[in-house]
């Protein structure tokens, strides 16, 4: 009896030592593994991706000569077009309808996902609101609406959605009708606020329309429109609050896609054309028309290339095999084998003939000793692994340090002949936790470019700490320069630089919080506009176009900021301008007047001559300081697709009441009824000159900031005449302000934000 339970405990221990040595054993080789690159989606020499869209074969990239594409399938379908003005680039599927932007396109599933649009019914007091209404459709060349991944979506409570075919083949639709607001609640559609029902195959497009049965007058309180959309299944989850206001974007609808339009056997009678490679499995499409290639199981990568679909290695990742031994990888499968000194099949289980089992021994000391051994080993390795990361974190902290600069702007802070030391640089940890980690709730803005923080200091400091996504490495010297320059500006209307981190990827900057949000906020908001009364908006004006006169006129290197709009300008508590985002700025050498450089800025806001020249000029800034006062002016936005087509460009519809007297049919009701008439016809022709078409003859935001300054006395000293202020007055006064904003070293060139995008890229709303 003692020999048998002696023999039982010896196996018990061989099976753990087994255990322990191949499952180390395996994770070495699935770590290997995953440092090998993945093998290509595309054709040799063909470009992968477009911004964030990676694109596999037989999609491809559209070229100058798309006559005999190479990178793609020869189908016009397949083609796809990358927008690059914009950051990232985006990326469209060509149609005989639209440009349609591509979210993903899956080889496995075959399935394309794209950005789908909604359609609207909205209804105000005085009955159908045709600016927020629009009824949407799309046509689709070759590849069908998924039948089984979408679902078409009606939501309302005065609501008959309906889904018709392009052809006229068929038509469907859905219901939706309640009282109260009572009646909804939140989750999946069920028809009550919200319905939906299931998309057909074979469906190449649609044409969405919505009709009512009240106009929403019972509803109209808590819901003023109708919606209906086609869009993917679970990517729409339903909530109340969507009955007054429907917020859901990106839309992705799914699109199934095959090869061409012959079945398997008769594509194979063409072995030329037939596009499934080595190991590949071919299929019918279930959607439409064509064929649709596969990797074998055991193989994976693009099944439409010649060495596409390789073999899995299941032996790298233990999740792949039952092996309990050793794993033996062979051309699409895997056997299983058991280590020297055990016998059996391999593979996990129990039974006759399962698994690892030693042969009998009774060295039970000896085994007992080995297994201590592995065990201090193991902890001593991971001991050894905790000591390595940190050192390689602390390792990667200076590398950061040194390649964002953090030697050369220590070296000038610390020369003697600095007068003021105000820039800090900041250790990542104190950001960190000044962020929270950067917790979501502490995001204040975000863009295209980055992300901006409201962080809390040790001292109580409320600063805002913006973490932008890109650096060019090439540009660090100059960076560190600007910091320098701009750290040092006291110009009361520019948010000020308090200093930055260089200890992570990419530089952290961090910047005087202001907490009363933007023009655009004050302006656009029904609420907040009410309370920016003529004389308030004169003076924002008069201060802006004072700071953009200052960076073009008084610094020591001239600045453009290039990105001129009323979300970059904060407002403090007391309504005080704070000029924010110079995060696209130029410097301007002095002996130069212009500069060619990629276009950038934001639409509706753009200076024509710039976008079609490339020739940034101090004029551009004048352009759209001249949009900014058309927004005050109007409380209309810049660019808006609600608008009807000839109103869509407020600047062009602007100059184009102006020209024919309906100036005070467009600006807005509370500065109409303030009786200042004359006073909006002088700043309504400022802005017409600043809105000139040729750069040439718009005045200097010097001039436009004089102009200002001499309104704005008038409104202050409502008896003095318009002569009672002069032109040569309101010079002097400008020079004598531009004097005590200048730094104490007389080199002050710039204010708030990094320097331009060859450093860190600008996002919306920084600073706040």
């Not at 000793?369 to 193991?378: D, F, H, K, P, Y």
């Not at 904060?570 to 410097?587: C, M």
Request: with cysteine; charged share 20%; aromatic share 8%.
């Amino acid at each position: 009896m003692y020999m048998k339970r002696v023999e039982g405990r010896t196996m018990v221990i061989h099976k753990l030592l087994l255990k322990a040595a191949v499952l180390g054993a395996l994770l070495g080789l699935y770590h290997n593994h995953l440092a090998q690159a993945n093998d290509s989606m595309t054709k040799p020499g063909c470009q992968s991706s477009c911004g964030n869209l990676s694109i596999p074969y037989p999609f491809g990239l559209s070229d100058l000569n798309d006559s005999d594409p190479h990178c793609r399938f020869n189908f016009p379908s397949f083609r796809v077009d990358c927008d690059y003005s914009t950051n990232p680039p985006v990326a469209y599927l060509r149609n005989r309808s639209s440009n349609i932007e591509i979210l993903n396109i899956s080889i496995e599933h075959h399935v394309l996902r794209i950005n789908a649009s909604i359609s609207r019914d909205c209804y105000n007091s005085s009955g159908y609101d045709s600016s927020s209404s629009s009824n949407q459709w799309l046509r689709l060349a070759k590849f069908p609406l998924s039948s089984t991944k979408n679902k078409f979506t009606a939501i309302g409570c005065d609501t008959s959605a309906s889904f018709r075919d392009l052809h006229g083949n068929f038509s469907f639709g859905c219901m939706s009708s309640c009282s109260s607001v009572r009646d909804v609640s939140n989750g999946s559609c069920t028809g009550i606020g919200c319905c939906e029902t299931s998309i057909p195959k074979n469906s190449f497009g649609y044409d969405i329309s919505i009709t009512q049965f009240s106009n929403h007058s019972d509803v109209s309180d808590f819901n003023p429109c109708s919606y209906a959309f086609v869009t993917e299944i679970g990517s729409y989850n339903f909530s109340v609050g969507d009955l007054k206001q429907l917020k859901f974007n990106p839309i992705p609808l799914v699109l199934d896609w095959a090869i061409g339009n012959q079945t398997c056997e008769d594509a194979k009678k063409n072995s030329t054309s037939y596009m499934c490679a080595h190991n590949t499995a071919c299929s019918d499409a279930g959607n439409g028309s064509g064929y649709k290639c596969t990797c074998l199981k055991g193989y994976r990568g693009n099944p439409y290339l010649a060495t596409g679909c390789q073999d899995i290695d299941e032996c790298v990742d233990p999740k792949n095999n039952p092996c309990q031994g050793k794993c033996h990888n062979i051309g699409g499968s895997f056997t299983c084998s058991c280590p020297k000194g055990y016998h059996g099949n391999g593979k996990k289980g129990s039974g006759d003939g399962q698994g690892c089992t030693a042969y009998p021994s009774h060295l039970m000391e000896i085994l007992v000793g080995v297994a201590g051994a592995i065990i201090v080993s193991l902890f001593s390795i991971g001991f050894l692994y905790l000591g390595h990361k940190k050192m390689k974190l602390i390792r990667l902290k200076e590398q950061h340090f040194k390649q964002n600069g953090g030697l050369l702007l220590q070296q000038q802070l610390d020369e003697p002949d600095k007068t003021t030391k105000v820039t800090k640089i900041f250790s990542a940890e104190e950001l960190e936790k000044a962020t929270n980690n950067y917790h979501e709730s502490r995001i204040v803005g975000r863009g295209g470019y980055g992300t901006v923080y409201k962080g809390l200091l040790p001292n109580d400091m409320v600063v805002a700490i913006k973490k932008s996504k890109l650096v060019d490495r090439s540009q660090i010297e100059q960076f560190i320069n600007e910091v320098i320059v701009l750290s040092q500006i006291n110009h009361r209307n520019v948010v000020k630089l308090l200093g930055c981190c260089l200890e992570t990827e990419v530089p952290l900057l961090v910047y005087e919080f202001i907490n009363n949000g933007t023009l655009f906020d004050h302006i656009h908001d029904p609420n907040k506009s009410l309370k920016l009364s003529w004389k308030t908006r004169l003076r924002i004006a008069s201060e802006t176009a004072g700071v953009l006169s200052y960076l073009h006129s008084a610094a020591s290197i001239p600045i453009i900021h290039r990105d001129v709009k009323s979300a970059n300008i904060l407002l403090d508590n007391n309504y005080t301008v704070k000029v924010s985002d110079f995060g696209a700025s130029r410097l301007i050498p002095l002996d130069q007047t212009q500069l060619f450089t990629m276009v950038q800025g934001t639409w509706g806001y753009l200076d024509p001559e710039y976008l079609h020249t490339s020739q940034l000029t101090e004029k551009s800034d004048v352009y759209s300081f001249g949009v900014v006062l058309v927004e005050l002016l109007t409380g209309k936005k810049a660019l808006s697709f609600n608008r009807s087509e000839e109103e869509r460009s407020l600047a062009m519809y602007f100059l184009s009441s102006l020209e024919n007297g309906k100036l005070f049919q467009i600006v807005e009701e509370v500065i109409a009824n303030e009786g200042i008439n004359e006073q909006v016809r002088e700043v309504a022709n400022l802005a017409k000159r600043c809105l000139a078409i040729k750069a040439e003859e718009r005045p200097t935001m010097k001039e436009v900031a004089i102009e200002l300054e001499r309104l704005r006395a008038m409104t202050n000293h409502s008896g003095v005449s318009s002569t009672g202020v002069n032109r040569e007055e309101m010079v002097h006064m400008l020079e004598k302000e531009t004097e005590v904003y200048m730094d104490i070293s007389g080199t002050v060139s710039t204010g708030y934000m990094d320097s331009l995008e060859d450093h860190v890229m600008p996002i919306v709303n920084t600073g706040r």
